[in-house]
């Protein structure tokens, strides 16, 4: 999708509405959130079942099989279908015309893409752009064993090495800042061309050892919620945390567009930087918490509602397809593109890619995700 009126679209990023789709990236730290959580929550559930079976070698080793086997095979083939298919499919589009679509780097480093290890090795020439968050996932999800045993045996242990991690991981994000003078945020920096995006993107956005500060917070509420069966909250406490941590996701919204890179100091952007996630881990983890334990109200009864359920299990495969889905609706169109609206934009683009997109995720699961995990 490419607008011949791009400053219409500049213009609309004063709305509200703007400024919550373009602060989607805390989203992406939500989905470390979670996979920190489910590991820990599932690990300890069996562990319960069976402690001995759990952490026997036999244990540890079906521990990374299982995700192995469970990830990998809608991956290959989405790498098989983006390197050799897709291009074909948009070869006659206006997408021929931009130099990602035509230059063909998944033929030569395709293979980095199966062993989990794109987002390091040769991270120049990335094939699929997006599976960044796959290999970063699978790298932080290695070691989470370091975790998980002082978790079940000694929980101070567990608590000092958890610190260490935010710690180290929180350090090295402001050195980087203060380092390479970067800004607040991804789109901070995507407004400035004086700035490597390419280097941010690798050594700060996609890296593991960032984004395990989020993770690690999420493994903690999963032990938790397994360790402790009730816990008593305030109603008035519990329902006035679940606004205040709305009300904080809209005032970072505000301060990450209001407050640009030249008015911000290098202490403050740091300060950003390093505790945002943080932050937004300690408000996902009180909504968690609260719904957990009954203190949810309308949310839980909204986030626990049946209808999420197959698309939940549709997400993985839904994640894989989006781009080829996106590319194959937008090469659709011959001429040029013109913007009008959000509203016009969410009615005939959005809301027909988000279709196409769980339709496409739902024979993909079946044929390549759930096949495989029945075996």
Known sequence: FFPANPLDILATSTLFVSQIILNGMLAVDSFFFLSGLMVSFFWFKMYKKNARKTNSLRGWIMFYVHRIWRLSPPLFINVLFYTFILKQLIIDSPYNLVEYAWWDKCSWTWWWEILYVH?????????????????????????????????????????????????????????????????????????????????????????????????????????????????????????????????????KTERFFTSTFSLLTPLWRAMYSSLSRPAWGLVLSWIVIACWYGYGGPINDVMSASFWIPLGRLTYCGYLSQIPVIMLISSLSKNEVWFSSLLETFTTLTIPIWTVTFLVAAIYSAVFEVTFVKV
């Not at 120049?124 to 370091?146: E, H, K």
């Not at 050594?203 to 009730?230: F, K, N």
């Open 119 to 251: 987002n390091y090795a040769d991270w120049r020439n990335i094939c699929l752009g997006y599976s960044w968050y796959v290999d970063a996932d699978m790298q932080i999800f290695l070691f989470t064993p370091i975790l998980l045993l002082p978790m079940a045996f000694k929980p101070i242990l567990a608590f000092i090495v958890a610190s260490l991690v935010l710690i180290v991981s929180t350090g090295l994000n402001i050195f980087m800042v203060y380092r390479f003078h970067w800004p607040v945020s991804y789109r901070s920096l995507l407004s400035d061309i004086y700035f490597s995006v390419t280097n941010y993107s690798f050594l700060m956005y996609e890296s593991p050892s960032i984004r395990c500060q989020i993770y690690v917070m999420g493994m903690y509420i999963g032990w938790m919620l397994q360790r402790m069966r009730r816990l008593r909250m305030h109603w008035v406490s519990s329902h006035n945390s679940l606004e205040r941590g709305s009300s904080e996701r809209a005032s």
